[in-house]
């Protein structure tokens, strides 16, 4: 008899006991290295791609807040900024629990034909990133693909916007910089544009707008393409998009229609609902406000050659001066027919402060730019505003609201002729009597017309 000595299997056993625990530690392996990229990428990398975005548009803000300081503040101004001869730049500014980082530098690259400043703004916010120092996510690039850690350039240990761009992104002064730490930064850049007094509206009143009259309409057009022609009614007019914009705001609900508006109206409180006079929107219900107007402070000093105007005065400045310093007269009235002469061949700039009452005429020359501005009231015919140009933006009127509240402002324009001016007068009361075509804007206190033909704008 033979007995069989049954062989053991516990090594085939431990052998699948290791190779089951490999396999899964190879896959929790590749679960937690995925996991550790993709924490790394949202923790750190991603969150320092939008916050950089966030550092920069606060330095885009820290500089429109010196801007508007030029207007409202210009003696603070850009104080403690660096001039740099072009413009300004701020010191880097620390900020936010995770320390970011911001600059940003202002130039002005234009001024507008009514002399006022346009401003860039470039502005650079840094962000620190936490983490493993490597990209990883998606890098791929094809025809239909473009990885997003591409996209989110890191500086590891170089500044790879310096290094391909420069430090002003002109392809000028390129350099490899290195950084302390690594960081992402990001660049955003802004224009800071004048909003005129006049918005955007043809007329703006505070209180009451009563008119057109019966017979007229309120329409626009654009002065790039040459003299105004009404055009509002003949869709196929190659300038029939331009002349739907003489759009009336009023500050409160005192709106008494009259003729025809091509353009929008809104109101604050007021009834005024659709009908075949008014060709665009109406809405009932927008308050705004307008602050009162006070004489410009940044204006050059007076020339002593004209106190006042009395006869006729033929008035040729001693420089064409510029938008943004315009030659400035003061005078004590103005009841004499003055005629303002261009300077030569040059675009000329003048700026009159009429302390008194207005009620002589004016004639102001091709490429002749003017600014009045009266502290009294405005008592003319219409024939008496020539502006030779038929540019509304050359002949510009500005009534200084009084510092007394009681007191009252008027401007009062009566027929024959027609004229091409805007007024902004917020605590003037304005009255335009008889069938004057007008060309222009206004921005006044109250409204009344009575008989107009044709008002553009």
Same mark, same amino acid.
Request: glycine share 10%; hydrophobic share 35%; aromatic share 10%.
């Given at each position: 008899?033979?007995?069989?000595?049954?062989?053991?299997?516990?090594?085939?056993?431990?052998?699948?006991?290791?190779?089951?625990?490999?396999?899964?530690?190879?896959?929790?392996?590749?679960?937690?290295?995925?996991?550790?990229?993709?924490?790394?990428?949202?923790?750190?990398?991603?969150?320092?791609?939008?916050?950089?975005?966030?550092?920069?548009?606060?330095?885009?803000?820290?500089?429109?807040?010196?801007?508007?300081?030029?207007?409202?503040?210009?003696?603070?101004?850009?104080?403690? %900024?660096?001039?740099?001869?072009?413009?300004?730049?701020?010191?880097?500014?620390?900020?936010?629990?995770?320390?970011?980082?911001?600059?940003?530098?202002?130039?002005?690259?234009?001024?507008?034909?009514?002399?006022?400043?346009?401003?860039?703004?470039?502005?650079?916010?840094?962000?620190?990133?936490?983490?493993?120092?490597?990209?990883?996510?998606?890098?791929?690039?094809?025809?239909?693909?473009?990885?997003?850690?591409?996209?989110?350039?890191?500086?590891?240990?170089?500044?790879?916007?310096?290094?391909?761009?420069?430090?002003?992104?002109?392809?000028?002064?390129?350099?490899?910089?290195?950084?302390?730490?690594?960081?992402?930064?990001?660049?955003?850049?802004?224009?800071?544009?004048?909003?005129?007094?006049?918005?955007?509206?043809?007329?703006?009143?505070?209180?009451?707008?009563?008119?057109?009259?019966?017979?007229?309409?309120?329409?626009?057009?654009?002065?790039?393409?040459?003299?105004?022609?009404?055009?509002?009614?003949?869709?196929?007019?190659?300038?029939?998009?331009?002349?739907?914009?003489?759009?009336?705001?009023?500050?409160?609900?005192?709106?008494?229609?009259?003729?025809?508006? %091509?353009?929008?109206?809104?109101?604050?409180?007021?009834?005024?609902?659709?009908?075949?006079?008014?060709?665009?929107?109406?809405?009932?219900?927008?308050?705004?406000?307008?602050?009162?107007?006070?004489?410009?402070?940044?204006?050059?000093?007076?020339?002593?050659?004209?106190?006042?105007?009395?006869?006729?005065?033929?008035?040729?400045?001693?420089?064409?001066?510029?938008?943004?310093?315009?030659?400035?007269?003061?005078?004590?009235?103005?009841?004499?027919?003055?005629?303002?002469?261009?300077?030569?061949?040059?675009?000329?700039?003048?700026?009159?402060?009429?302390?008194?009452?207005?009620?002589?005429?004016?004639?102001?020359?091709?490429?002749?730019?003017?600014?009045?501005?009266?502290?009294?009231?405005?008592?003319?015919?219409?024939?008496?505003?020539?502006?030779?140009?038929?540019?509304?933006?050359?002949?510009?009127?500005?009534?200084?609201?009084?510092?007394?509240?009681?007191?009252?402002?008027?401007?009062?324009?009566?027929?024959?002729?027609?004229?091409?001016?805007?007024?902004?007068?917020?605590?003037?009361?304005?009255?335009?009597?008889?069938?004057?075509?007008?060309?222009?804007?206004?921005?006044?206190?109250?409204?009344?017309?009575?008989?107009?033909?044709?008002?553009?704008?």
């Amino acid at each position: 008899m033979r007995i069989f000595k049954q062989k053991s299997e516990s090594g085939s056993a431990l052998i699948c006991v290791l190779c089951t625990i490999l396999i899964l530690s190879v896959i929790a392996g590749n679960v937690l290295f995925n996991c550790i990229t993709r924490y790394n990428a949202a923790s750190g990398q991603v969150r320092g791609w939008k916050e950089s975005l966030y550092a920069a548009e606060a330095g885009g803000d820290l500089a429109y807040a010196e801007i508007r300081k030029t207007v409202f503040d210009p003696t603070h101004a850009f104080s403690g %900024w660096n001039n740099t001869g072009a413009g300004y730049s701020n010191s880097p500014a620390a900020f936010g629990r995770d320390n970011l980082m911001t600059t940003a530098a202002v130039d002005v690259f234009y001024h507008d034909s009514s002399g006022n400043p346009w401003y860039r703004i470039r502005a650079k916010g840094v962000a620190p990133v936490l983490g493993l120092t490597r990209v990883t996510m998606d890098d791929r690039v094809d025809s239909g693909t473009r990885g997003d850690s591409l996209l989110r350039k890191i500086d590891f240990k170089y500044d790879h916007f310096i290094a391909a761009y420069g430090p002003n992104g002109d392809n000028t002064g390129k350099a490899i910089v290195p950084v302390l730490r690594p960081q992402i930064a990001r660049r955003v850049e802004l224009i800071a544009a004048p909003v005129t007094p006049f918005g955007d509206t043809a007329i703006r009143a505070l209180t009451s707008f009563y008119g057109p009259g019966s017979a007229a309409s309120v329409d626009s057009y654009n002065s790039k393409n040459g003299p105004y022609y009404f055009c509002a009614d003949n869709p196929s007019d190659p300038h029939y998009s331009d002349s739907h914009s003489g759009s009336v705001a009023l500050g409160n609900g005192d709106f008494d229609l009259g003729g025809v508006i %091509w353009g929008n109206v809104s109101t604050n409180g007021g009834n005024v609902t659709a009908g075949s006079s008014i060709h665009g929107t109406i809405d009932n219900n927008v308050p705004f406000t307008i602050p009162p107007y006070v004489m410009p402070s940044n204006l050059p000093l007076p020339s002593p050659s004209l106190t006042r105007i009395t006869g006729n005065v033929a008035l040729t400045p001693s420089t064409a001066g510029s938008s943004i310093s315009p030659v400035v007269y003061s005078v004590s009235s103005f009841s004499g027919n003055l005629t303002i002469n261009q300077v030569g061949t040059a675009q000329t700039y003048v700026a009159i402060h009429v302390t008194g009452d207005i009620t002589g005429s004016i004639d102001v020359k091709p490429n002749v730019h003017v600014k009045i501005y009266f502290d009294g009231n405005v008592s003319v015919k219409a024939r008496d505003i020539v502006n030779e140009s038929g540019i509304a933006g050359n002949l510009q009127f500005y009534g200084i609201s009084p510092t007394d509240p009681a007191a009252t402002q008027s401007i009062d324009i009566a027929s024959p002729g027609n004229f091409s001016a805007t007024f902004y007068a917020p605590s003037a009361d304005f009255h335009i009597n008889g069938n004057p075509d007008v060309t222009g804007g206004d921005c006044l206190q109250d409204i009344l017309r009575k008989r107009q033909r044709q008002l553009a704008f």
